[in-house]
């Protein structure tokens, strides 16, 4: 275990953001796909050129359905022994006590570190990434029938840039579906394409907003202007499927998801691999880092 100790004094921020009063869109500047297809690759060469194109990919049925099983009965077990819990890495609903979600569950249980480190996960995301990775973060979402919030529109790159230290466009996210996906239970919505340009975001973000931000995110969020130019130019899609079925899409995909108003809900878990060779350093916002179950700074070499 070790701990990158650059700065960003040695390392040019490519894509500055929260420092203007007004946004801006910039040109990605890093590859997509990281490794060269060829007959071994975990995916297919129409695979690999969609994940480049639209900066995600829905692997339907990835899991089993016995794989799915114990993973839903070990999240219910989590939300029964964290449902009076004050530890910091549970996350509940801005205005009521219900769980939000349960960050650094690869590194709190078992079941989940197991699935963070299932080697068809790892030859996917190494293959993508194009060298060893580390989970960067893990948690899982609840969103339940009824009362499940929304996730506003965002680049998570835009975030793990500013606010944890990431320095390029080099990590990607997996959420595995627990329950079925459906248009009408608050699932994903990605722009697709959106990955090959960085929104340069407004309002300097304030000293340990991450308390509030992951209830609700208010800094970090792109501007409706820009928003709507994507998706005018890109659509909007929606990756909906049964449960076991796996999204991967790239950190700087444009995604989100509204409200769970229907009575079916809808928990995935999410592990977010960064290459060892993007380590985080010290935030591009000048403040202090986020806690480490938010953003790991220690890079377990497998």
Not at 84 to 110: L, M, Q, T
Not at 134 to 150: A, C, D, L, W
Not at 161 to 185: K, T
């Amino acid at each position: 275990m070790r701990a990158d100790n650059r700065d960003t004094a040695t390392i040019m921020d490519r894509y500055p953001s929260r420092l203007k009063n007004v946004p801006s869109v910039a040109d990605r500047q890093e590859p997509v796909v990281y490794s060269q297809w060829s007959a071994n690759s975990p995916l297919t060469q129409e695979q690999t050129n969609s994940y480049e194109q639209k900066g995600y990919l829905f692997l339907e049925q990835f899991f089993t359905a016995n794989e799915i099983i114990e993973w839903k009965s070990e999240l219910l077990k989590l939300s029964g022994m964290h449902h009076e819990s004050d530890s910091e890495h549970v996350i509940r609903e801005k205005g009521s006590n219900e769980i939000r979600s349960i960050f650094s569950v690869h590194a709190h249980n078992p079941v989940f570190s197991d699935l963070a480190s299932h080697p068809k996960l790892l030859a996917i995301t190494e293959y993508l990434l194009g060298s060893k990775t580390y989970v960067h973060q893990s948690r899982i979402n609840y969103k339940p029938g009824f009362t499940g919030k929304e996730f506003y529109w965002h680049s998570d790159f835009e975030t793990w840039h500013v606010e944890d230290g990431m320095p390029a466009m080099r990590a990607l996210s997996c959420s595995i579906a627990l329950e079925d996906n459906y248009p009408y239970n608050g699932p994903l919505m990605v722009i697709p394409g959106s990955h090959r340009k960085f929104i340069s975001c407004v309002g300097r973000t304030p000293d340990h907003h991450y308390k509030q931000s992951l209830r609700k995110q208010e800094y970090g969020v792109p501007d409706q202007g820009s928003l709507t130019a994507f998706a005018e130019q890109e659509g909007i899609e929606m990756p909906v499927g049964k449960a076991g079925s796996v999204l991967l899409f790239d950190c700087n995909l444009l995604h989100g998801s509204s409200s769970n108003i229907s009575p079916y809900p809808r928990s995935n878990v999410f592990i977010v691999y960064n290459s060892i060779e993007n380590r985080l350093i010290q935030p591009f916002s000048g403040q202090h880092p986020r806690p480490e179950y938010i953003a790991s700074r220690a890079v377990a070499r497998r």
